[in-house]
């Protein structure tokens, strides 16, 4: 069994202080929203019986324990996070599912010490999070046997995300964008978007066989506007902005709020949830 370190930095404080709580809050929205990305991605995934899986930012363990699954009994899945309180749901959700062959470990991927006897390395929507995307990515790799796999997910231009774009755009006509100050988890969740500076990044962190897939999903971001009002001023880069400007956002949060559910109540559909269009990359590499 692997021990957990004890990730210290500015940006997985952040989560831990002030995300976790959150984004346990919307896991909803969250696990039922990301999973139309992952499920798209392993449907293409080639994973046999005994082999051994990493998922870096596991989160509440949804795709470390369904890897679990494809790997069978005689396989090992190690989920790891820098979020201690998202690993005690993981563990609980493994212990119901009798997920045995499936572990989580907290500690930060950029620096954490894996065995390097990995066949797959997965990390669905936290790579973007990265302090040092290079030192990050290299670290995925030595996890990696010779010729093993690495499948990431992340965000597109927020142009091609709509569940991003809208939300943010009505919030700044009433707040300013945040500062150069602001605190935050990272360099953020659309951060990777660019495909020719993310190959750069994979190529100098040593990766082979480099290559993006286009992946767009429905995203159900509430189950009624309230929700999805809420959810979009608690995370993403609307509730940035709505959280960086403090007193100001406070004072405007009746108007705000009512701007964004009429914004967001456009995309309701019939049993009243609101479902708006996500857009992301599969990126698949090797290890030399």
């Known amino acids: 069994m692997l021990e957990d370190a004890q990730p210290t930095k500015e940006f997985t404080d952040f989560w831990n202080e002030v995300l976790a709580p959150k984004f346990i809050r919307f896991r909803h929205v969250l696990v039922d929203g990301l999973s139309g990305h992952s499920d798209r991605a392993f449907g293409s995934l080639e994973i046999s ?40 749901i993981a563990r609980t959700d493994a212990q119901t599912a009798d997920a045995r062959n499936v572990e989580f470990v907290a500690g930060d991927a950029q620096d954490f010490s894996f065995p390097g006897n990995f066949d797959f ?16 990515l290299r670290n995925m790799r030595t996890a990696l046997k010779p010729g093993g796999r690495m499948m990431l997910l992340v965000w597109r231009t927020i142009d091609d995300n709509a569940w991003f774009k809208i939300p943010k755009e009505t919030v700044l006509k009433f707040l300013p964008p945040p500062g150069d100050g602001a605190r935050s988890c990272g360099p953020g969740a659309l951060s990777m978007a660019n495909q020719e500076m993310v190959t750069g990044q994979l190529v100098i962190a040593g990766y082979h066989d480099i290559e993006f897939q286009r992946i767009d999903s429905p995203v159900t971001v509430g189950r009624d506007a309230d929700d999805a009002m809420e959810f979009q001023l608690t995370l993403g880069p609307a509730g940035e902005v709505f959280r960086e400007a403090g007193d100001e956002a406070l004072q405007k949060e009746a108007d705000i709020k009512s701007a964004l559910g009429e914004e967001l109540s456009h995309f309701s559909i019939e049993d009243g949830s609101i479902v708006m269009n996500s857009s992301s990359w599969m990126i698949t590499a090797r290890n030399p």
């Not at 369904?66 to 979020?83: A, F, N, T």
């Open 121 to 136: 390395c997965f990390a669905r929507f936290g790579a973007m999070f990265f302090e040092s995307p290079v030192a990050g």
């Open 49 to 88: 019986e005994g082999e051994r899986i990493v998922d870096v930012g596991c989160g509440f363990g949804d795709t470390a324990i369904e890897l679990g699954q494809r790997v069978g009994p005689s396989g090992y899945v190690l989920g790891i996070d820098c979020c201690e309180k998202f690993l005690e």
